[in-house]
């Protein structure tokens, strides 16, 4: 703070004040970085993933849709916005957000597996089933396995 033409300062603040879960104060410490640097999408990208802990899915969603509106391939911003609409119920906007990943990178689980939770919210349970599949073959842990598979394979 020092400097205060300079938002780092600010930002490595909110850094710090989220790693020790004052969640608030680092809101606030981004939104004076934000006000000093308006093009730096990184201080979206934080501020959204601390919205997200907050489950303030709608703000979140604004910060990474200005990250994609900047940078359309950003696939962080693309996979969270994806997580902030998945808690919405907006299984369209999960959809296209992860194709869009996928069609960059096939690599990411979490991608697989947000779309195919999409899907299933969408009532396509056949597609969802496929792009589970494509998820655990791409990786998801096992520990997501045993979480999702059931949703998509009823047992019994």
Same mark, same amino acid.
């Given at each position: 703070r020092s400097d205060p033409n300079d938002y780092r300062g600010f930002?490595?603040?909110a850094v710090a004040q989220g790693q020790l879960d004052e969640v608030s104060r680092a809101l606030t410490a981004l939104d004076l970085a934000i006000r000093?640097?308006?093009?730096?999408?990184e201080l979206y990208v934080h501020r959204g993933n601390l919205r997200l802990r907050q489950?303030?899915?709608a703000l979140a %969603?604004?910060?990474f849709s200005q990250v994609i509106e900047r940078?359309?391939?950003?696939?962080g911003a693309?996979?969270?916005?994806a997580v902030a609409n998945f808690h919405r119920r907006r299984p369209k906007d999960i959809i296209e957000?992860?194709?869009e990943v996928l069609a960059i990178r096939k690599d990411i689980p979490d991608a697989h597996l947000l779309r195919a939770l999409g899907n299933l919210m969408s009532g396509e349970p056949a597609r969802g089933r496929r792009d589970f599949d494509a998820a %655990?073959?791409?990786g998801l842990s096992q520990q997501a396995v045993e979480t999702w598979r059931p949703v998509f394979y009823r047992e019994g």
């Open positions: 930002f490595f603040e000093k640097a308006p093009q730096e999408t489950k303030d899915y %969603v604004d910060d940078d359309p391939k950003n696939l693309l996979l969270n916005r957000d992860t194709t %655990v073959a791409a």
